[in-house]
């Protein structure tokens, strides 16, 4: 029993959960980011959206928020310049949660917990950097 809880309290140094967190956190992100920039009504609709919402000058945002979300998310799969990566969608989350989703619920039906979702894993990622499976650790293991 002594040595489950034991088990139960280390902490795990393997670098898989940095990988866990990395992976589907930067699919999210370049996915939401490519459909801004490369669908149908893209940048312009994201652009309009901004506009009605007061975000000025909202074409230079939308592609700026598109971009931060595609390439950043791209950099966070792959876990180059994470740290960089993760700051920049501390960032966009925050404004967005501020700017977008303040009034609604934080949990259920209409509210903003993935935004919320994404900006905690991207504060982790911001803290604790890509991890040992990242380009990141292949890099500064080669200095």
């Not at 490369?38 to 074409?59: D, N, Q, R, V």
């Amino acid at each position: 029993m002594k040595n489950f809880f034991s088990k139960m309290m280390e902490t795990d140094t393997s670098g898989w959960s940095s990988l866990l967190l990395r992976v589907p956190l930067g699919l999210s992100f370049t996915f939401h980011g490519w459909g801004k920039l490369f669908s149908e009504h893209g940048t312009e609709g994201f652009a309009g959206f901004l506009a009605k919402i007061g975000i000025e000058p909202s074409y230079l945002f939308a592609v700026l928020t598109g971009i931060t979300e595609t390439f950043g998310g791209m950099l966070i799969i792959v876990g180059l310049f994470t740290r960089f990566a993760a700051a920049s969608h501390v960032i966009l989350m925050t404004v967005i949660i501020l700017k977008v989703h303040i009034q609604q619920p934080i949990f259920g039906q209409g509210s903003f917990e993935l935004q919320l979702f994404m900006l905690i894993m991207s504060v982790i990622l911001l803290i604790q950097g890509g991890g040992k499976y990242s380009v990141d650790a292949m890099i500064s293991a080669k200095k």
